[in-house]
């Protein structure tokens, strides 16, 4: 299975896609060594946005996962602002879109907080330490509370070294 977060993430940028990396990715990006399979993004819930969002979706190849694929899915900008939460598989691999993740109130707040991070040629807005452990802990899965844990020692460390 095809898993290339950095291909996925330029489309987004390349379609003017306003969003903020959460998730696994996020928390690798800060230096944590937890393993994930998936690109996890918080988007800003703007129509233009929105028009965007389902363009460089529709640019990845992107299918609602766990749906068959003879249920009907119109990808465009008014789909996206009727729902919240959607998960795709793409041809890059899984990425999955939230207006508002468990714990926060959405884009804006998350964005206001975000570090940008170089990914080697572009940048990109990474949720806070701080924020994805809100976020982990409002979503209370058990492999979310094991990452809670996970993030807050690596903020320790971070904030020893006085990179926080």
Known sequence: MTYEPISALRVLLDHGVRF???????????????????????????????????????????????????????????????????????????????ATPSGSSGYAQLRENAVLVDLGGFEVAVASIDDLITMKRAAGRPKDLIMVENLGALREELEERGEL
Not at 36 to 47: A, G, K, P, S, V
Not at 84 to 95: E, P
């Open 20 to 98: 903020v990396v959460i998730g696994g990715v996020a928390a690798q990006a800060h230096g944590s060594p937890i393993v994930t399979q998936d690109l996890d993004i918080c988007y800003e819930r703007t129509q233009g946005n929105m028009d965007g969002l389902a363009e460089a979706l529709r640019s990845l190849g992107a299918r609602l996962r766990g749906v068959d694929d003879d249920v009907p899915f119109l990808l465009d900008g008014k789909t996206i602002a009727a729902g919240d939460h959607f998960t795709f598989t793409t041809d890059v691999g899984a990425l999955d879109c939230m």
